[in-house]
């Protein structure tokens, strides 16, 4: 009996140790279960937790790279202030510059005025000085063309003058005359006092001034006049023109400058060659030309021609070229001359206002 005893407890305690390892791996079943929970709990943790840090860190990159271009930016900044404040500087020592050149100019343009000033007193004093010579050489000038003009006179005059006297001195001295020696000498008393009559008309004509008569008249109506109060020799032929044009024009004073170049044109041809005339029809003007044959006109004094008391004549007064011209410009038109061959051109307007008037200088 005593050796069957120990079976059962054996038995027991098999039982109690298989039960609680029963029991163990119950519990280490639950505790892997647990630890597996715990595991997959972890992992997911884990997981979250690489997500954030992933993202934290592309957030990390992101920030760096904006902090990388403020950077960059906040580098360029200050490189621009400093270029600002060294412009600043530049500005600061130009303004100061300029300040000073403005003084300078201020200063300068005062003593300027003050010159202008000065000088424009100095050239009212010498406009008024120049006026003041100016009136006396033109006082001068017209007493100069008055004793020029009285010794031309004189001197023209005394020949004619002098064929009277000796002409009636002829005739006292034989009262018992035959009339056809009296008809030659009364033929010498009128050529002398056309003469005479000639030289005082130029010289009036020259000095006086009266206004223009104003009307339509036919150009070709007043050099017909003209050559009808002209003494054309037999050799002399005359070529007129072949169109005509009517203007407004003092036909009396433009006949008197178509005869003056007439006469002019059969004296220069010494009574033998061709004058020709011709009209052109300018539109708003007409031109007049008066040509001759003869020798021409030396180029050194064909400038001089138009001169007051400008001669190269014996006999003259040297105020028939200058009457016409001054006819002429008194109409609003010009008078030329060209030589070889010698042409006289007129221009003149179709219509002048009636109160055109030019100047006379030389009108005493």
Known sequence: MSQSQPEPQKKSLV??????????????????SELQEKERLLTNIANESMEKIKELSTINHDLQDKVGFLLDISASLNKKNDELIKSNMDLEKQKFHYDQMTRDLKSK????????????????FLAKQVDEKTQDLIKAEKFTVIGELAARLAHDLRNPLSIVKNTMDIMRAKPNMRIEEKLQHFGRFDRAIQRMTHQIDDVLNFVKRSDLMLQQT?????????????????????????????????????????????????????????????????????????????????????????????TTKQTGTGLGLSICKNIVEQHGGTLTVKSPPTIFTIRLPKNIAPKYQVNNNYAV
């Open 15 to 32: 039982e109690d140790l298989s039960v609680l390892t029963g029991k163990a791996f119950k519990e280490l079943d639950a505790t892997r």
């Open 218 to 310: 036919s150009l070709l109506s007043m050099i017909d006049g003209a050559i009808g109060n002209t003494l054309v020799p037999p050799e002399v032929l005359l070529s007129k023109p072949y169109m005509d044009v009517s203007i407004n024009c003092d036909s009396r004073k433009l006949e008197a400058v178509f005869s003056n170049l007439l006469n002019n044109a059969i004296q220069a041809m010494d009574d033998k060659g061709e004058i020709k005339m011709r009209i052109m029809d300018l539109g708003y003007n007409v031109q007049i030309e008066f040509e001759d044959t003869g020798p021409g006109i030396p180029s050194e004094i064909q400038s001089k021609v138009f001169d007051p008391l400008f």
């Open 109 to 124: 343009l005062d003593t300027v005025l003050s010159k202008e000033k000065e000088l424009s007193m100095q050239r009212d």
